[in-house]
Each structure stands twice: as structure tokens, then as C-alpha cells.
């Protein structure tokens, strides 16, 4: 495996109000400086590329909790084979200056073997809710995402952790995750953040050719159509769905993997909408895949 995705050398240490932690026993130091005076941690966890909407997430952080580590750490372990790992953005010294921009924070960011160290082969097997969905279309992904993330939350001894609706069905299976591991951390989820036009900001959107960021907007449209609908009375779940996998279609997308409403705690598609309902689609969009939903009151 490889030592580090990130460039070392240039960053020894980071822009000022940005503490950069690369190793696991400074970790541990940090987290027993400050269990020891009582501050309370609050982590979020990102794979770096940071956007308004990982800012969005350390500033809840650092209004809730007395300290904020993010973490920065692109896992190799929930990509596929065939996915996007090589080509992912990085960039540490930008993510670190836009990190000093927001407020005090440590960041940590470890080289793989840090986190994967030689022998590591414990793994998590997701929860039941992690089966459907992202889970069908990448059936490696969860297993990763759940067994990095204890390790984060252990590592950090966090108090909180915050993560994105964006990934509406990760925050599900963290959650279900940690309630069936009886794990104290609380979570908090923060609403999307999305740019101007309205498409939902995503690391991945750095891809798009400037012709394919206009065909993206349809995931957008797609999710304000289902509302609409939905607020002007249709119940029926599958004609919605029928309609909203047309819409992307005829929007230009190159691959619809799944268009849905859903119930917000199982996933499940009801029949008959008669209560909340969460509305989430994934396509490509060329090469790039792209996610977003958006929670439906009635
Ligand atoms: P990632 O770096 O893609 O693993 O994302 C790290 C965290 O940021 C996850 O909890 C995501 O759900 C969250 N996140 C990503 N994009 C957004 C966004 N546009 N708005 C709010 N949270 C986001």
C-alpha cells in the first residue's frame, strides 16, 4: 500500500491556527491533552478537497464542542477497484489554509500506513442499511467508510461527529453503526451546502468539463421537481420515480444508478406517501458520478 497520498515534505507544520497531526502517537497525545482538562472534541471526518460545504461542518464543530479535529485522510479502502481513487483531488496546503480561514482547528492527516499499518485486517461489516442503494451500485464502499470511521472516532476520542446530509445514507449507516456498537458519540448531520445555481458542492464536481456542470444542475431540478410534486399531492412513490429517472434522462445524465423517494430512517420506498419522505438520485454524469437528495416534509 502506498506510504501517503499526500505530498510530505512541504508540510511540516501547517499555516498558523491550523495544528497538523500526521502521525497516530501525536494523535494520542493531543487527545490526552485535552481529555485531561475536560474539553469536549468534536471531529470531522473528510477525505480533503475541502468546500463550503466540509467548512460548513467545522463550523458546527467548532460552535459545539470546546476543540475540532478534522480529519483529512482519502481511504483507499472504500473505493473500488474500478473508482476514482488515483484521480480524487488532493491538495493538503489549500485545505489547510482554508481551514485557518474558519477558526482554530488541529487537522489530522496520516499517510495510509498510519491508518493501515502492516498486519491491520479487522474490519467492520456494515449494517443492514448499508445493503441498498450506494451499497448495491458499490458493495465494497460501506465496509470501508464504517471501518475508517471507528477507527477516526476511536483514534479521536470525539465527543461529536459531524457529517454531511450529502451523504444522506453514510450518516444512516454511521448512525446504525454506532447504536448497535452501544457507542457513546453523538452525531450531528448539517444540511447540504450547494452553490448559487443550486448544485449540491461535491469534491468530485473539479472534474466536470464546464458543459457537463450544466447537465449536472438536473440532479437539482430532479430533486425540486419531486418536492413540488410531492407538495401538490402525488402520493404515488413509483409514478414520482418513473418521472424523476425520465427527467435526468432527458437532462443529459449519462447513467442514472438510482432514482428514489424513500422513507428518511430505512430507505425503504413506500407505496403510498403519507408521511416525510427523502428523495435521492446518483448518476454519472460522463464519467463522474454524482450524488444528492433532498428531505421531503409533508
Ligand atoms: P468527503 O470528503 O466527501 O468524504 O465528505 C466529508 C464530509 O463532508 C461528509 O460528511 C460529507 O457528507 C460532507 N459534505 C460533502 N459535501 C457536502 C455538502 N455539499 N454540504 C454539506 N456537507 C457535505
Known amino acids: 500500500m502506498a506510504d501517503t497520498v499526500f505530498p510530505m515534505a512541504d508540510?511540516?507544520?501547517?499555516?498558523?491556527?491550523?495544528?497538523?497531526?500526521?502521525?497516530?502517537?501525536?494523535?494520542?497525545?493531543?487527545?490526552?491533552?485535552?481529555?485531561?482538562?475536560?474539553?469536549?472534541?468534536?471531529?470531522?471526518?473528510?477525505?480533503?478537497?475541502?468546500?463550503?460545504?466540509?467548512?460548513?461542518?467545522?463550523?458546527?464543530?467548532?460552535?459545539?464542542?470546546?476543540?475540532?479535529?478534522?480529519?483529512?485522510?482519502?481511504?483507499?479502502?472504500?473505493?473500488?477497484?474500478?473508482?476514482?481513487?488515483?484521480?480524487?483531488?488532493?491538495?493538503?496546503?489549500?485545505?489547510?489554509?482554508?481551514?485557518?480561514?474558519?477558526?482554530?482547528?488541529?487537522?489530522?492527516?496520516?499517510?495510509?500506513?498510519?491508518?493501515?499499518?502492516?498486519?491491520?485486517?479487522?474490519?467492520?461489516?456494515?449494517?443492514?442499511?448499508?445493503?441498498?442503494?450506494?451499497?448495491?451500485?458499490?458493495?465494497?464502499?460501506?465496509?470501508?467508510?464504517?471501518?475508517?470511521?471507528?477507527k477516526l472516532l476511536n483514534l479521536s476520542q470525539a465527543d461529536c461527529a459531524f457529517f454531511g446530509q450529502k451523504d444522506y445514507q453514510q450518516q444512516l449507516v454511521v448512525r446504525h453503526m454506532l447504536r448497535d456498537l452501544n457507542s457513546p458519540v453523538e452525531i450531528v448531520v448539517c444540511p447540504i451546502v450547494r452553490e448559487p445555481d443550486g448544485l449540491a458542492m461535491s469534491s468530485r464536481n473539479a472534474y466536470l468539463s464546464p458543459e457537463q456542470r450544466k447537465i449536472a444542475l438536473v440532479l437539482h431540478h430532479t430533486l425540486e421537481y419531486a418536492d413540488c410534486q410531492i407538495r401538490d399531492g402525488c402520493r404515488d412513490s413509483f409514478e414520482l420515480i418513473v418521472d424523476m429517472r425520465q427527467m435526468l434522462i432527458d437532462g443529459g445524465v449519462d447513467q442514472v444508478d438510482y432514482a428514489v423517494i424513500a422513507n428518511p430512517d430505512n430507505l425503504e420506498t413506500p407505496d403510498h406517501i403519507d408521511s416525510s419522505v427523502v428523495a435521492l438520485l446518483a448518476a454519472y454524469v460522463g464519467k463522474t458520478r454524482l450524488i444528492d437528495n433532498r428531505l421531503i416534509e409533508i
Open 11 to 150: 508540510f511540516e507544520s501547517g499555516p498558523t491556527d491550523v495544528n497538523l497531526i500526521r502521525h497516530v502517537t501525536e494523535m494520542k497525545a493531543w487527545v490526552k491533552k485535552n481529555r485531561s482538562s475536560a474539553k469536549t472534541i468534536g471531529v470531522v471526518p473528510t477525505m480533503g478537497a475541502l468546500h463550503e460545504g466540509h467548512l460548513s461542518l467545522v463550523k458546527a464543530s467548532l460552535a459545539k464542542t470546546d476543540v475540532t479535529l478534522v480529519t483529512i485522510f482519502l481511504n483507499p479502502t472504500q473505493f473500488g477497484i474500478q473508482e476514482d481513487l488515483d484521480k480524487y483531488p488532493h491538495n493538503l496546503e489549500q485545505d489547510l489554509e482554508k481551514l485557518a480561514g474558519v477558526g482554530p482547528v488541529t487537522v489530522f492527516a496520516p499517510p495510509v500506513n498510519e491508518i493501515y499499518p502492516v498486519g491491520f485486517s479487522t474490519g467492520i461489516t456494515p449494517p443492514q442499511i448499508a445493503k441498498t442503494l450506494e451499497g448495491e451500485k458499490r458493495p465494497t464502499h460501506f465496509a470501508g467508510v464504517a471501518t475508517v470511521v471507528l
